[in-house]
């Protein structure tokens, strides 16, 4: 694995709506709910049930809007997401950015190197040594070092304010030398940890660590050690906001997180007891780490409804029933039990969503290409829902996998065409790279023209003016980024 590599993330995200949000400039911040009563719900990739912690959801200046959460599982995990963390999958590279809005970005890379390109229009380069830098299409740049020194940053696109991650790596928990290593759950699946994020508005939160030794016991009682847990026990922000993470001194897996209004999320043996009085039952773990039903009870509840998570032999398709009884079908998903997929995959392939009575209300089918190094882009999707059929074909793709070209074709016959061209502006000392449209138009299979936009930008990427069907408005504060 030399000249090159590309960022890996081993975690799912849900981005979480947040509170109205105020300006980084005014000095004042704002928060998500902390007592977020959210029912935990399985993830359509893994299987897993988890549940959003979130931590912080504010704007910064020049555009920049920062979101981060936390996710416990139903197995007793907590999930704190890096911003990077480097892996492989199959023959190729692959990794996965979380973006400011919370999301999970596709990145990936030949085996033996070539440039990172990706289907969520970022890209970028990682070095042999750690060191990243990767453009989001509006001029973000996601940078730091990966190996060394522990530092991640995320720029505004001209670098007005910033985001930094400061991580270390639990294998210096373990003592050198010997045969201490760290367990395969928790920290130990990547051994990068975040201690610190700070942003340039003044805001930081911390989050502590600890660790123990595990033993299991052999024959005649005697117990031998196995591994060594490294785990957060606190994350706490200096607006005097503290989670604390309750851990089984065996294991270290979680017995309850506490909120900062002192609610609390209680962890036993078969069942957890969430903020909200919900108990939720489950049946017994898969040699895949996923739980088939969870019977939900307590609270008001009148009734014990259940969900179950279930796949097929190839563990490429994915159903999830329920407790109203719908089902949502997901066909195609990558071999993965995190997101660690094989970039060839691409995303599902098919979304069918059916009613307690099994009648298909939405279907939703994609078909991916991929590029030289396996990196996967849609080029068609058609959706089903109300008896309505719409065909999308995407085509004319630029350099950074954006389509220039967008054929619709209705059920009824009607075909509408979308031509996009962009601006492309080369980082600069003063604003990232960015990829912009300068102009979409819209016209109908003859040609008729029925929708115009024009954008004109300046040398920093700043929207100056946009041409709206020959109405043209000026934007003369260079305050809007796209």
Request: aromatic share 10%; net charge neutral; glycine share 10%.
């Given at each position: 694995m030399k000249n090159f590599f590309v960022l890996y993330f081993g975690l799912f995200s849900v981005?979480?709506?947040?509170?109205?949000?105020?300006?980084?400039?005014?000095?004042?911040?704002?928060?998500?709910?902390?007592?977020?009563?959210?029912?935990?719900?399985?993830?359509?990739?893994?299987?897993?049930?988890?549940?959003?912690?979130?931590?912080?959801?504010?704007?910064?200046?020049?555009?920049?809007?920062?979101?981060?959460?936390?996710?416990?599982?139903?197995?007793?995990?907590?999930?704190?997401?890096?911003?990077?963390?480097?892996?492989?999958?199959?023959?190729?590279?692959?990794?996965?950015?979380?973006?400011?809005?919370?999301g999970v970005n596709t990145l990936s890379s030949g085996a033996n190197g070539g440039s990172a390109v990706s289907n969520t229009h970022f890209h970028g380069t990682v070095n042999g040594s750690g060191v990243f830098s990767i453009y989001s299409s509006d001029g973000v740049l996601y940078t730091g070092d990966a190996f060394h020194g522990y530092e991640g940053y995320i720029y505004s696109p001209h670098k007005k304010s910033k985001v930094t991650f400061s991580y270390s790596n639990a294998k210096y928990m373990i003592e050198p030398h010997t045969s201490e290593k760290l367990c395969d759950y928790g920290l130990g699946l990547t051994g990068l940890y975040v201690t610190k994020i700070s942003l340039s508005n003044g805001y930081e939160v911390s989050f502590n660590i600890s660790s123990t030794r595990v033993y299991e016991e052999h024959a005649r009682g005697q117990q031998f050690y196995k591994c060594t847990a490294v785990y957060y026990t606190k994350i706490s922000d200096n607006q005097?906001?503290?989670?604390?993470?309750?851990?089984?001194?065996?294991?270290?897996?979680?017995?309850?997180?506490?909120?900062?209004?002192g609610r609390q999320i209680k962890f036993d043996f078969s069942h957890i007891t969430d903020v909200n009085g919900i108990t939720y039952t489950y049946g017994s773990l898969t040699s895949k780490h996923q739980f088939p039903y969870v019977n939900y009870s307590g609270a008001n509840l009148?009734?014990?409804?259940?969900?179950?998570?279930?796949?097929?032999?190839?563990?490429?398709?994915?159903?999830?029933?329920?407790?109203?009884?719908?089902?949502?079908?997901?066909?195609?998903?990558?071999?993965?039990?995190?997101?660690?997929?094989?970039?060839?995959?691409?995303?599902?392939?098919?979304?069918?969503?059916?009613?307690?009575?099994?009648?298909v209300v939405y279907d939703e089918v994609n078909t991916w290409n991929y590029t030289a190094n396996a990196t996967p882009y849609l080029i068609e999707q058609t959706i089903t829902q109300d008896g309505v059929t719409i065909s999308k074909k995407f085509a004319d793709f630029n350099a950074y996998l954006y389509p220039q070209t967008i054929t619709e074709t209705a059920s009824d016959g009607q075909i509408r065409i979308t031509k996009t061209t962009y601006l492309e502006l080369q980082a600069s000392a003063t604003h990232g790279h960015m990829v912009k449209p300068k102009k979409i138009q819209v016209t109908d299979s003859s040609g008729k023209v029925l929708h115009t936009i024009v954008n004109q930008y300046d040398s920093e990427g700043y929207l100056i003016s946009s041409t709206n069907d020959g109405v043209e408005r000026d934007f003369p504060n260079k305050c809007v980024n796209s």
């Open positions: 981005v979480f709506a947040a509170q109205k949000l105020k300006s980084g400039s005014d000095n004042n911040l704002s928060f998500p709910v902390t007592n977020n009563t959210q029912i935990m719900s399985y993830q359509p990739e893994t299987g897993d049930f988890t549940k959003e912690i979130p931590i912080i959801s504010t704007s910064l200046d020049d555009g920049l809007n920062f979101n981060y959460s936390a996710y416990i599982s139903n197995n007793g995990q907590l999930s704190v997401p890096l911003i990077i963390t480097i892996g492989l999958g199959n023959k190729n590279l692959i990794g996965f950015v979380r973006d400011v809005n919370g005097g906001r503290v989670w604390t993470f309750g851990r089984n001194s065996g294991n270290g897996f979680l017995q309850n997180v506490k909120y900062p209004d009148t009734q014990s409804p259940r969900e179950s998570f279930s796949v097929d032999s190839s563990y490429t398709n994915n159903t999830i029933t329920h407790m109203n009884g719908s089902v949502d079908k997901y066909l195609g998903y990558p071999k993965h039990y995190t997101i660690s997929a094989d970039p060839g995959n691409g995303t599902y392939k098919e979304h069918k969503k059916l009613d307690k009575s099994g009648n």
